[in-house]
C-alpha cells in the first residue's frame, strides 16, 4: 500500500514545499505592509472577515493550497532540462551565451553519464555501426533513445516495478532539489539584508546562502543524471525497448550496405 502512496506523496512534495518558500519570501517582502487589525472598509477588510470566519485550520488549507498552485506554476522540470527532454529555448540561449566565454566554450550538459552513455554505444553498435564509429553519432543515437524517456519509464514500470520505483525516486529527489533551490536561496537572503548586521557579515553569508543554492542545483543536476542511467541500463540489459532505436535496427538491416534485400 505505501508503495502506491508514496510515488504521490513524491509529486505532492516538491511544488508545495517550493510554493510555501515563494510565499514565504512574499510575506517577509510586504508583510509588514499589511494591516494588523481588520482595516473597516474595503477589500482588505472583506478578506480579513472571511479569515475570522474560517479560522486558523481552514486558513492552513487555503494557504496549503495556494502554496500548491504557485509551486505548480513555477515548477522545473527536470526532464526539459536538456536537448534530449525537450529543453526550454530560454536554457539554450543561456548555454550558447555561457559558451561565448573561453574557458566555458566546451561546456556541456549530459542528460546521462559517462558510463551511461558509453554503454548505450556499445549496445547500439551491433544495430548501426556506422552511427556510433564516432562520438556525434553515438550522441544522435542517445538524443533520440532520451526523447523517449517519458515512454520507455512507462514499459519500465510495467516490466520490472523495483528499477521503476528506483527511477522515480532519483527523479523525485531531483525535482525537489532544483525548485527549492532558488526560492530558498531567496528567502536567506532577504532575511539576511533585512537583519541589522554588519555589511562584512552580511557579504559573508551572501556567498554561503548562493553557495548552498547552487550546491542544492547541482545535486538535483546529478539525481537527474543518475534517474536517467536507470533508463538506460534498462535499455542495455533488455529489460525495456527503445522504439527509436528499433527502427533503426530496422532500417540497418533492410538497407543494401547491411546485406539487406536490395531493390
Known sequence: MLSFLLPGLRELRTPLAAGYIWIANLWITIGGRLPSKDPGHGPLSAAWKFGQFLGKPALLVVLSFAAYLVGSFLEIDPLRMWDHGGRPAWLTRMRNLLRRVPLLSRLRFLPVSNQARDDIARFSEGASASATANPVGAMEIL??????????????????????????????????????ALPLAMFFLVVLWASPVSLPLKFIMTLASVGYAI???????????????????????????????QR????????????????
Not at 512507462?154 to 523525485?172: F, W
Not at 550546491?215 to 525497448?241: H, M, N, P, Y
Request: charged share 25%; aromatic share 6%.
Open 143 to 180: 538524443t533520440n533513445i532520451m526523447r523517449e524517456e517519458n515512454q520507455i519509464a512507462t514499459r519500465l514500470q510495467a516490466r520490472n516495478i523495483d528499477l521503476y520505483n528506483k527511477y522515480d525516486r532519483l527523479l523525485g529527489e531531483s525535482s525537489f532539489r532544483i525548485n527549492i
Open 248 to 263: 533503426r535496427i530496422e532500417a540497418d538491416n533492410a538497407s543494401p550496405q547491411a546485406g539487406g534485400p536490395q531493390s
Open 215 to 245: 550546491l542544492l542545483f547541482r545535486q538535483g543536476v546529478q539525481k537527474a543524471i543518475r534517474s536517467r542511467d536507470v533508463i538506460t541500463q534498462a535499455l542495455a540489459v533488455g529489460i525495456v525497448e527503445s522504439t527509436y532505436l
